[in-house]
């Protein structure tokens, strides 16, 4: 089974600190996503990355950046944390070329800016 | 208008009922459609792709009206344990292009 992995399952950080989510996926998967999820608004992309080094703004990219070194490893980046970004984080990952893009999903990051 | 809309929400239904879930998408280039569940508190997982011949998963049936642009999943028999929210999710258009989510109807199935 593929294994996608969150470093954090709850985090709880200031207003204006540095937050990294860190996401690895086990399966040599090369499609990596962020999402967020807030109630009433459903998921909501943030960054996704195709490929090593590659990186594409999904549809609420402000205030966030992601960096991908390695074709495992996806991280979010919250350069200076708002109250507005208080959200469930949710990472997954999918493999090219399967024809459904099946999302296989992290078990989510709570996090919540004071 | 929203690119993916679903039945508002919640279902409240006894177990045994069948019940189904509608939703409409905007993009008629979309061309890979899924229905996900999510548990209370859990990341969403695939429940099943939706194929223009529409597809059966044993109590579970998926629906596709490209005309319409409309997506439907029928529950029947229901039990306790299909208590969720069912997300419908559409692909932008592109191969391998990004899903979107709609914003998820919530089931509870009573006993």
């Known amino acids: 089974d593929v294994k996608v992995t969150q470093s954090s399952r709850y985090l709880v950080k200031r207003t204006g600190e540095k937050v990294f989510l860190e996401c690895v996926q086990d399966?040599?998967?090369?499609?990596m996503f962020w999402y967020r999820q807030d109630p009433g608004l459903g998921l909501r992309l943030i960054y996704f990355?195709?490929?090593?080094?590659?990186?594409e703004k999904g549809d609420i990219p402000e205030g966030y950046s992601v960096s991908r070194e390695k074709k495992e490893r996806f991280s979010l980046i919250l350069e200076s944390a708002s109250t507005n970004q208080t959200s469930m984080y949710l990472c997954?990952?999918?493999?090219?070329?399967?024809?459904?893009?099946?999302?296989?999903f992290g078990s989510g990051t709570q996090l919540s800016v004071l | 208008r929203k690119e993916v809309e679903q039945d508002p929400g919640p279902f409240n239904v006894p177990e045994g009922a069948t019940v189904a879930f509608n939703c409409t998408y905007s993009?008629?280039?979309?061309?890979?459609f899924f229905w996900y569940r999510q548990d209370c508190r859990k990341e969403p997982k695939l429940l099943m792709s939706?194929?223009?011949s529409g597809n059966e998963d044993g109590r579970f049936t998926a629906q596709l009206n490209r005309a319409s642009q409309y997506i439907s999943l029928l529950i029947r028999d229901s039990k306790l344990s299909d208590s969720a929210t069912y997300l419908c999710?559409?692909?932008?258009?592109?191969?391998?292009?990004?899903?979107?989510f709609g914003q998820g109807t919530e089931l509870s199935v009573k006993p």
């Open positions: 997954a990952s999918s493999l090219t070329g399967t024809g459904e893009e099946k999302l296989f």
């Open positions: 939706v194929y223009s």
């Open positions: 990355s195709y490929d090593v080094k590659m990186k």
């Open positions: 999710v559409v692909n932008n258009g592109n191969q391998g292009g990004k899903l979107i």
């Open positions: 993009n008629s280039a979309s061309q890979s």
């Open positions: 399966m040599d998967h090369e499609n």
